[in-house]
């Protein structure tokens, strides 16, 4: 008997010290005083105490699109994520961190204690008292939500994980930029309503948003490198005519610089096997092109001077890049951090490289080119493009090589007729009118 009553309290204390790990701990930031707890169902995750919740920015992402990323630590709460569907903060934590909620896919609502100083919550969203910024989105609410028109500032991370997250509108007047990472792994968005008065979007704002189709860029609206990479079904990225930096070229952001062009994203999900630049194009930005791997073919133009970080990173698909360049671009990496999946980068070893005449040797010798085991010179400059009757008479678009649109929607059999001298951009193929 005594041995049973001893056996009973061992796990009656057992059961409370479980309990009383499941209930929490710190996570104030810099040493503030700041508890997480978890309610015995497990669906209320509370923050309590004074000042603020402790950054999570490097947090373990779970994809079969790239099981090779290990980051960490996950936030202490994690392993709770499936139960909890309601978040409250207290009346003296000023803020919650980035990433807090990443992972908390049954969320549903974060409340705020009426008390609190700086933070409110509106069917569930947290903002400022004033209603300027938008802090936290419940990352299992389901549905499309529009940004209110006082909104002036997004926070870095704000939508994060945000999965059953369908449709974006900014409402008329809001002056919001979109930051670092605010839609990123938003797996479900299909469309981003945006508005003229929206500043900037920076880099990795959408990063993962599969299900994006398309992208409308105003004019006033600053479009980064990288903003829209990972993005599996984005077809199309249009920039609205008259911007001051920013050019649209079949569906391909591109920055503009002293007449140059810089190829800064490429929408993943576009149905386009041979990728032929606009002559001007100098420069493709890091990670410009990242995972378009039903690309087979890229030509280079002459003018070509640098391949950024990671531009081609993904692009699996390749088996020829054409370089009219006598002089070797500058190619900063093929695979940087892949060494266990050699296949996520260029295939070195069966992608075959096409140089000027004479220019074998010097590509075999460049830092990056002389990886590639076939260099080969090309017969015909790929310029030479004068006759589009292929077969297939269909609807394009004609720019000139400052990216200005000089026909649109015409047949391609028609496309050129008229036109003065010089080489054009039709559909995706680069065409001289002798």
């Known amino acids: 008997m005594k041995k049973f009553l001893l056996f009973a309290m061992c796990a009656m204390v057992a059961c409370f010290a479980a309990k009383a790990e499941k ?14 707890s978890v309610s015995d169902d497990g669906t209320t995750l509370s923050f309590t105490g004074e000042g603020w919740v402790a950054d999570y920015n490097n947090l373990t992402t779970i994809s ?14 994690y392993q709770y994520r499936e139960g909890i569907t309601t978040v409250t903060i207290g009346s003296d934590v000023d803020q919650v961190g980035f990433g807090c909620f990443y992972g908390l896919d049954n969320l549903q609502s974060i409340e705020v204690d009426e008390d609190n100083g700086n933070l409110k919550s509106v069917d569930g969203v947290v903002y400022n008292k004033a209603m300027t910024c938008l802090f936290y989105y419940p990352t299992g609410k389901a549905g499309a939500y529009t940004i209110p028109a006082t909104v002036q500032y997004l926070s870095e991370g704000a939508f994060l994980g945000c999965k059953g997250l369908t449709e974006v509108t900014f409402a008329e007047g809001c002056k919001a930029s979109i930051p670092f990472r605010t839609f990123e792994w938003c797996t479900s968005l299909k469309k981003v309503n945006l508005v003229p008065s929206c500043p900037g979007i920076e880099g990795r704002a959408f990063w993962g948003c599969s299900s994006l189709e398309s992208v409308f860029v105003y004019k ?10 990972d993005c599996g079904s984005l077809k199309e990225i249009t920039i609205e005519e008259g911007h001051l930096n920013s050019v649209s070229i079949d569906g391909i952001h591109y920055q503009v610089s002293e007449g140059k062009l810089i190829c800064e994203n490429y929408p993943m999900g576009k149905d386009l096997t041979n990728l032929v630049f606009p002559e001007n194009v100098t420069v493709v930005s890091n990670a410009a092109l990242f995972h378009a791997a039903k690309l087979e073919s890229i030509t280079l133009p002459s003018g070509m001077t640098n391949i ?4 081609f990173v993904g692009c699996t698909g390749l088996k020829s890049i054409i370089c009219m360049s006598e002089t070797p671009p500058a190619f900063m990496i093929i695979q940087k951090n892949y060494p266990l999946y050699p296949t996520y980068g260029i295939d070195t070893e069966n992608c075959v490289i096409y140089v000027p005449e004479g220019c074998v040797e010097a590509y075999k010798a460049a830092t990056i080119w002389k990886e590639f085991a076939h260099i080969e010179e090309y017969k ?10 292929t077969g297939v008479n269909t609807p394009v678009n004609v720019y000139n090589m400052c990216g200005m649109l000089v026909r649109s929607n015409v047949m391609s059999g028609e496309a050129t007729q008229g036109l003065p001298q010089g080489i054009y951009v039709v559909g995706n193929k680069k065409v001289v009118v002798r």
């Open 308 to 311: 950024g970080e990671d531009a």
């Open 23 to 36: 209930a929490g701990g710190e996570c104030g930031d810099d040493g503030d005083e700041v508890y997480w």
């Open 220 to 229: 006033n609206t600053n479009v980064s490198n990288g903003a829209f990479a």
């Open 380 to 389: 015909d400059a790929p310029t030479a493009v004068t006759d589009l009757n």
């Open 64 to 77: 079969e699109s790239y099981p090779w990323l290990t980051f960490g630590p996950q936030t202490p709460w």
